[in-house]
């Protein structure tokens, strides 16, 4: 009987006059033809594990190289916190600060002017133009499409004056019709900020012919645009006045702003210190940085013992990056670069100090001492530590130079030509298998063919027996 069976995709025809099982001897034969391209996968899949371990120690070490670079700068430990004796004033200090402190009272804050009109139902019978006249003298020239409040709104607003104008509720005629107020605001504080508005073209206004529509009955300016001030040396000879257009004083001391909520006739008090803390952290965030490679290479290159529970037996692991050199001579390469003298001092002075594992502890007690008797020389230590430690990292992790990540690239193209090759015993096999599947169909055909044969001539050879 014909018995069709498929396996692994393709059709085979099982013994039609043999009996064979020709699917099993085709699957058989073809194990062993596979062979080549079992060992070409199980060779990409080590190969992908190692490259994946490579980008994994590649990235850190490109944050090492990201962390040494800052703490490299001849500023990097210039971290100063800023506060203040009031509430009202909030202090924020850069790097260009120093240490220091200076009293003052605060007398205005910054205000954005705005005005209203008086209360109307509609800005004028027609459309009328009006001029924006700025505190330098600049006229903004504004045209309404109509005499309404709606479309002078919206005619001030396109205008790209620097004021936002608003209809307001004002109540309601004896007549019974809605009265609305126009609010026009300085859209940013201080005096620089002032305008008026006025009914008429800017030649009005020169000419002294136009109206201030802040001046016509009803209407007022409710607040005055005002810059921020604050007096140095409040009830003394040496008494100075700061103004500001903003709350904000970017530089009332060099590197440090100051903002102010309200007025204080009481001295306020803003001192400036080290920031001590955040300075640690640049030290021991370059230590945390370095202590990552180590940990991950480590563990990478380890060799682990597992014991079955079956049997006994014992097998060993190794790290995918054991024996690897280039990892192997970045990791060494950054590990002198922390531990080396800066100008014959130790990293140890300043706190960090090497491990007999090749790790790096940081001792935050060391440091402050050190910063604290001697910021100047700390700061050299470690700037010189992180532009060493920074040289080796980016010679390791550089995106386009860097060891590892030639090596990365490197592998990346084994890898692919492993895949090629796969790919290419892929059609192989399958060209292999159909050919055993062609022949083994043949040998049945021609056992079929045999067998009619033998059937034929035992039925002439029975004939010829009855007939004798």
Not at 127 to 152: C, E, F, H, M
Not at 263 to 275: E, F, I, W
Not at 438 to 444: H, N, P, S, V
Request: glycine letters at 8%; zero cysteines.
């Amino acid at each position: 009987m014909t018995t069709t069976s498929a396996t692994s995709g393709s059709l085979a025809i099982d013994g039609l006059v043999s009996g064979l099982d020709t699917t099993s001897l085709i699957n058989s034969l073809m194990t062993i033809e596979q062979v080549p391209q079992t060992l070409l996968k199980s060779k990409v899949t080590s190969t992908n594990s190692f490259i994946s371990s490579l980008q994994t120690i590649n990235g850190l070490f490109q944050t090492v190289a990201t962390k040494a670079t800052a703490a490299s700068s001849a500023t990097s430990l210039a971290l100063f916190t800023a506060s203040s004796s009031a509430s009202s004033v909030t202090a924020t200090a850069r790097s260009t600060a120093a240490i220091g402190s200076v009293a003052f009272t605060v007398d205005a804050t910054a205000a954005a002017q705005v005005g209203v009109t008086a209360a109307m139902s509609e800005w004028s019978g027609s459309a009328s133009p009006l001029t924006l006249v700025k505190a330098d003298g600049t006229n903004i020239a504004i045209t309404p499409a109509s005499g309404s409040l709606d479309d002078t709104v919206s005619a001030i607003n396109k205008a790209a004056a620097g004021v936002t104008a608003m209809k307001v509720a004002a109540g309601t005629a004896s007549d019974g019709t809605k009265l609305y107020r126009l609010q026009v605001s300085s859209n940013t504080t201080g005096a620089a900020n002032a305008f008026s508005l006025y009914r008429g073209t800017a030649e009005d206004v020169a000419v002294g012919t136009a109206t201030d529509v802040f001046s016509e009955t009803g209407a007022a300016v409710v607040r005055q645009a005002a810059d921020a001030s604050v007096t140095l040396y409040a009830g003394t000879a040496a008494a100075q006045t700061i103004t500001s257009g903003t709350n904000t004083f970017a530089d009332l001391l060099p590197g440090v702003g100051v903002t102010v909520s309200r007025t204080s006739t009481d001295p306020v008090t803003v001192t400036v210190g080290q920031d001590t803390t955040k300075a640690q952290a640049v030290a021991s965030g370059l230590v945390d940085a370095f202590n990552a490679v180590l940990s991950y290479y480590g563990s990478n290159t380890s060799v682990t013992s597992t014991t079955s529970v079956t049997d006994g037996t014992t097998s060993t692991t190794a790290g995918v990056l054991l024996g690897d050199a280039t990892t192997r001579d970045a990791v060494q390469r950054l590990g002198s670069a922390m531990s080396n003298p800066v100008d014959g001092k130790s990293p140890s002075s300043i706190g960090l100090t090497i491990q007999k594992d090749g790790t790096f502890s940081f001792d935050a007690d060391v440091f402050q001492a050190a910063l604290t008797s001697d910021p100047e020389s700390t700061q050299a230590i470690l700037s010189g530590v992180a532009t060493n430690v920074a040289s080796a990292a980016n010679a390791a992790s550089d995106k386009y130079t860097g060891s590892i990540t030639t090596s990365i690239t490197g592998q990346q193209s084994v890898a692919k030509d492993l895949n090629d090759q796969i790919d290419a015993w892929t059609d192989r096999l399958t060209q292999r298998r159909a050919t055993l599947q062609a022949q083994y169909t043949a040998l049945e055909t021609s056992l079929s063919t045999l067998q009619s044969q033998s059937s034929w001539l035992t039925s002439q050879l029975s004939t010829l027996t009855t007939s004798s």
